[in-house]
Structure formats: structure tokens, C-alpha cells
């Protein structure tokens, strides 16, 4: 990866990390109060540590244009970034292929048809962690796949948002990123080894969400044929707690009415959970209210 798309990747990151509700944001934003990023007020943070750190400063360092790691450690000390984000950012800097910013200006014209799956998942771990504006922050995914086909190298996967982070923790590395359709967004994982048909692989990857617009208050798992071994664990903030949640099942993925559901209690960490041994062609998840 050149040093330019090295820079340009770690300040979309880091522009990622200021601007949604957080701690990060918390740090500056008692000095701004904007809708976007104040750069005045991020530079104010940032003098305090370091003096004469300029807005100029700013705006070339979260425009990718003048970020070193020196500069990097300072906003990582500044705004309190966890190990995690800090690594991360390093990582991207670094031009790690393990890690990769997605935003909706660099896919404008990515468009890529997809086929049938190539794969089997055989087990799928899932746990969907909401932020403090009840947003989704993260999502975290354990799945083991097993290839339908002779050498399967890649593992496709889609969300619907352009603006996000994508982590490979195992397993393989980030490869191509694109536009399904206006909606839908994917990303090729590639792998580690290329499978065999009937050869098995664990993957572990994160993703970081910023939506500009709020989702429905819901998270789901579509199985198209039969999956085995599937557990759901969402996460809410307790700055920011719902009212009810439900445990349900849909009949489709788009304009979807809930066939069944029910009422489940939040644990002492402010998570419910759910296990399926088998699930076969349905829609399964959680829902819930705010009110």
C-alpha cells in the first residue's frame, strides 16, 4: 500500500473515532459542539499536550495528507483511544492488510455482481455491540466455513453501510472492497490457504460502523439453507438501555413482518443472547424498543 493510501486510511479511521458519539468525541466536543468534526477544538486538545499544535495542523493530519506516527501517538494520548482503536490506527498507518477503512466516496463506482455461495457455514458466533447514541459501534464474528467448491480463496462479506472498518483478526486478510448494489456493500476476505471442497476454515473478523442515518433497531442472521451451531449476543451501552427486546423470527429480509417472537431480559452486563443448534431457511434475532 503506497504511504499516501497508508495516511488517507488511518485519518478515515481516525475521522471515524472523533466524529461518532464516544468517549474520543466526549474529548472535544465540550470545546465545540458541532455536527461534524471542530478542528478548532480538536487543536485546542491537542495544544495541551503539545503546544502550538495549529487547526492547520489538524486539518492535514484527518486529511491524511501530514500523518506520521508521532502525530498519531499524539491524538492516541489526547483523546484517551483505547489499546484496541490505538492498535488499529497503527496498523492502518503501517499499511497493514489485516485491517481496512470503507467509505462510500471510494466505492461511488466499485459495482461487482455476486454468484451462489461457495461455501457452507458450519458454526457462526456473533456478537453485536450498540454504542452510547444506540447506534451499532461493533460487530464481532466467529465462523467456521467449509468450501463447496475446488479452491476456494476468498470469503465474501456485505453490510449495509459505506462507512465502517473492517478487521481481520484470523484467517485471512483484507482484499477487494465494492458496491453490490445502491443499498448493499461487500468485501472479499482473502484467505489464509485456498480450500479444497469439503476443507474447513475459522474465521474471526470485526467490523466498526459509523451509520449516518439509524438502522432499524434490530439485529438479524438470514440462513438460506440449514446452519448448524449459531449464537446471537447483542450488547447495549448502559448510557443508552432499551425499553423492551424480543427474541424473534422474520419471514423475509427486506419489508419483513415477525411471524414469532419473545420478551427477553437484559443479563447484569446489558446483553441478551440466543442459541440455535440448527437453524434452516429463516430469519432469526433480536428486536427492540427504546420508547
Do not use: C
Not at 472523533?18 to 477544538?41: C, F, M, T, Y
Not at 508521532?70 to 492498535?87: N, Y
Request: glycine share 8%; proline share 4%; no cysteine.
Amino acid at each position: 500500500m503506497a504511504d499516501v493510501e497508508r495516511g488517507a486510511q488511518a485519518a478515515a479511521f481516525l475521522r471515524l473515532l472523533l466524529v461518532r458519539p464516544g468517549a474520543p468525541r466526549a474529548v472535544w466536543d465540550k470545546h465545540g459542539h458541532h455536527a461534524q468534526i471542530d478542528e478548532a477544538a480538536v487543536a485546542d486538545v491537542l495544544s495541551r499536550h503539545e503546544s502550538g499544535f495549529s487547526v492547520e495542523n489538524v486539518r492535514t493530519a484527518l486529511d491524511g495528507t501530514n500523518l506520521n506516527e508521532t502525530t498519531l501517538d499524539l491524538f492516541i494520548e489526547a483523546f484517551e483511544l483505547t489499546p484496541r482503536q490505538g492498535g488499529r490506527l497503527r496498523d492502518l498507518l503501517r499499511g497493514s492488510q489485516s485491517v481496512r477503512v470503507v467509505t462510500g466516496e471510494a466505492l461511488k463506482d466499485l459495482y461487482r455482481s455476486i454468484g451462489p455461495p461457495r461455501h457452507d457455514t458450519l458454526a457462526v458466533h456473533e456478537m453485536h455491540t450498540l454504542g452510547p447514541d444506540g447506534l451499532p459501534a461493533e460487530h464481532q464474528t466467529i465462523q467456521v466455513i467449509k468450501s463447496t467448491v475446488d479452491s476456494l480463496d476468498a470469503y465474501p462479506l456485505r453490510f449495509d453501510t459505506d462507512e465502517l472498518v473492517v478487521e481481520v483478526v484470523r484467517g485471512g486478510r483484507v482484499g477487494d472492497i465494492y458496491r453490490v448494489n445502491e443499498s448493499l456493500y461487500g468485501v472479499d476476505i482473502v484467505l489464509d490457504q485456498a480450500l479444497a471442497k469439503g476443507e474447513t476454515a475459522l474465521m474471526h473478523y470485526r467490523t466498526t460502523f459509523l451509520y449516518h442515518n439509524a438502522p432499524p433497531p434490530e439485529f438479524r442472521r438470514g440462513v438460506l439453507g440449514v446452519m448448524k451451531d449459531i449464537t446471537l449476543w447483542v450488547q447495549f451501552h448502559p448510557d443508552r438501555l432499551p425499553a423492551r427486546v424480543w427474541l424473534g423470527r422474520w419471514d423475509r429480509l427486506n419489508d419483513a413482518t415477525v411471524l414469532e417472537q419473545q420478551e427477553v431480559e437484559l443479563d447484569d452486563e446489558f446483553s441478551v443472547q440466543a442459541r440455535y443448534d440448527e437453524v434452516e431457511q429463516a430469519i432469526v434475532g433480536f428486536h427492540w424498543s427504546w420508547d
